[in-house]
Nanobody, 121 residues
């Protein structure tokens, strides 16, 4: 069974930092891209940062957040600095992967369960 498990969320004061991790496990054949999204109540989930052959960021986090990836560990990280109250959200990772399924290969996007980030004094 393929899983994405996020960790590292929590409560932090404005201006502080957090590092999120998302580890993929299971019968993984190949990972193409890994992304971080966030969602607040009543709003659509938005892309925060992505990494594949290159990286991309939402304008609202450029210069403050850094996405990185450890391919040997099938893990993606999101280093978040200079956090603001408006960064408060549930953060989700996803991965576009090819996995082994019933003796063959299948490609789909998997999602983690989410981790809460709260920025407040």
């Amino acid at each position: 069974q393929v899983q994405l498990v996020e960790s590292g969320g929590g409560l932090v004061q404005p201006g502080g930092s957090l590092r999120l991790s998302c580890a993929a496990s299971g019968s993984i054949f190949s990972i193409y891209t890994m992304d971080w999204y966030r969602q607040t109540p009543g709003k659509e989930r938005e892309l925060v940062a992505g990494i594949g052959g290159s990286t991309n960021y939402a304008d609202s986090v450029k210069g403050r957040f850094t996405i990185s990836r450890d391919n040997a560990k099938n893990t993606v990280y999101l280093q978040m600095n200079s956090l603001k109250p408006e960064d408060t959200a549930v953060y989700y990772c996803n991965a576009d992967m090819t996995t082994v399924y019933k003796g063959g290969l299948t490609r789909k996007v998997y999602w983690g369960q989410g981790t809460q980030v709260t920025v407040s004094s």
